[in-house]
């Protein structure tokens, strides 16, 4: 594991920030818990927080700092490969998801799992599993969330099933909140570097996109058809590392997060025609424009989108009730800064 003090205010301090009260305490916390000597009752952190407080920065730079076998995964790669994983599982065992985490987990002693949240009950079903297995096999993990644990599956039709995993949560988990008032993403609390920053939006005309499209992929534009493993996508252009959507086909259109998984593993610069803001009304495309923006976002591909109005404005005064818009509003606000 890390050392017994591994020094993050000094990792801080290289990136030109300063940490807050709250992100002090989380320091002291992760120290804690994750030093070489730690505790063997706790199974690892539970940091939550609203958007932009610092939660993934820190997990990041402990994670980077473990002198041990570890992984990282964000929540909805973690849905589509572990029920790919219970597809291929041998038929007749007594728990396959026993079967499934074992054969992704048994060489990690330190596991970060980012954006734990649980709104949908057949999800809470698989998360439950890695908290159990999680604490019964001792691997460690990192769980960053924007919800404390009590508001986890917070519909009141089902959120009785997921209690005892919320107890399991705060007995054997260091609870790490993150409660500063300022949302550092407006101010680019993790700037990246000019070899990382390959995410950023930008309110352009379609001619400009075109010109986009042919700097990197040549003269040839024409509309195609990109196959994914559960339904096409039409396309205006495609090449080999950039695409060329429509909004509607991309957000209006039917689709699952896991289209959005394919589209960021194989494209490293993805340019969306047309957003219509005035669909943000409907929530299920605002869901789909979430998902689309949070993968985006945590695979650091680059964006280019068209736009009528401000997107961010768009998002805030949408009456459209999504959970985890916040979070996305944050992002946009951090990328829009990389301009």
Known sequence: MIPP????????????????????RAIAAFNHTLRQDRPRSASGLYCF?????????????????VGCRRTKIHF?????????????????????????????????????????????????????????????????????????????????????????????????????????????????IAPRTSAEARTEILALETDDLRRIFVAFEGEVIQAATVKFTLRPLSVRAVGATTVWCNFEDLCVVQRSHFDYLELAARFSRILIDRVDESCFSNPHVLQRFIWLIDIIYDRRREVHITSGRDIVTALLSSKTAIPDIHRTVSRLAEMLGQR
């Not at 927080?49 to 700092?65: D, H, I, M, Q």
């Not at 330190?110 to 159990?132: I, N, P």
């Open 49 to 65: 927080g609203p958007p932009g407080r610092g939660k993934s920065l820190l997990a990041e730079l402990f994670y980077e700092a």
């Open 76 to 188: 909805h790669t973690f849905l589509r490969d572990v029920n790919a994983a219970l597809v291929r599982a041998p038929k007749g065992l007594d728990d396959r998801l026993a079967y499934v985490l074992r054969e992704w987990l048994q060489d990690v002693d330190l596991l970060w799992f980012d954006e734990f949240h649980v709104h949908d009950l057949a999800d809470s079903f698989l998360l439950a599993g890695l908290v159990r297995y999680l604490i019964d096999r001792e691997v460690v993990a990192i769980l960053t969330s924007n919800y404390e644990p009590d508001k986890l599956l917070a519909d009141p039709e089902f959120h009785e099933r997921f209690e005892p995993t919320i107890g399991l949560l705060k007995t054997r988990f260091v609870i790490v909140p993150f409660d500063g008032t300022r949302d550092y993403r407006e101010g680019q």
């Open 5 to 24: 003090f591994f020094d993050a205010e000094a990792a801080l301090r290289k990136r030109g920030l300063t940490p807050d009260t709250s992100q002090k």
